[in-house]
Each structure stands twice: as C-alpha cells, then as structure tokens.
C-alpha cells in the first residue's frame, strides 16, 4: 500500500439476520440464531470495507487471521452491525480490534488479521499450485 493507512481508520458492515444465516440452515437440529461463521464473515467484511479506500492498483487485503468471541445470540429479524478498526499494522499485515452488535447489545469482539495482496501475482501464484 502506497498510502499510509492511520491508525483508528474505521469501517462498517450490517445485515438484517435471515434464515440463512442461523445455525438451522446449516444443521436442523441446532436453533435458529446467528451463526458464528456468518458474524465472523460480516466482521471481515467491516475490515475488508476499513483497508480498501487505501488499496492502490490491484492491491486487496485478504484476511490472515481471526480471534473472535460469539457471546450472545441473536434471532431472525435482528439487526447486525459490524464494525472495524485499525490498531496497528507491519508492513503488509494489519490488525484491527472488531465488534458486532445487535439492536440491543455486543454480540462479539475480537481481532482481525489483514494482508496486503496483489490480486494478478495472487491468482497467479494460485494457478501455479
């Protein structure tokens, strides 16, 4: 990344918890609350949305690692709202403290692991395996 990312850059996901996102849609027998896979995936998206403004070329960031805590659940209809931010980075690597909320409390917190890739040398490398 050419541009200098500052420390605290924010970024924002949300959805409205569907059907498919619940843990019924992946196994009948389990409840039909949030899933943790999809809190995580909304988290990455809210980290994902917080590096790209500063993206460059062909430059994304793809995530390299995840420390998170699903502490509440949360039903069908519940409003999510993820959100990002940058803590710190090295190089390429950037991490950021993420959150999740529903419409009445914290549903998760945690860390996001982010890279810096270079999309044609990173599809390039994959058709080489």
Do not use: W
Not at 3 to 30: C, D, M, Y
């Amino acid at each position: 990344m050419a541009k200098s990312v500052p420390i605290g850059t924010r970024g924002v996901a949300e959805e409205t918890v569907q059907f498919a996102h619940t843990l019924t849609a992946q196994h009948p027998e389990l409840p039909p609350v949030y899933s943790t896979p999809d809190m995580i995936r909304l988290m990455e998206t809210a980290a994902f949305r917080a590096l790209q403004p500063y993206c460059e070329g062909d430059e994304i960031t793809v995530g390299t690692s995840i420390n998170i805590e699903h502490r509440a659940a949360s039903g069908i209809g519940a409003h999510v709202k993820a959100e990002a931010v940058l803590e710190s980075f090295n190089g390429r690597f950037y991490m950021l403290r993420v959150t999740a909320r529903d419409d009445a409390r914290e549903i998760g917190r945690g860390t996001v692991g982010r890279a810096v890739v270079r999309v044609g040398r990173f599809v390039e490398k994959m058709q080489g395996k």
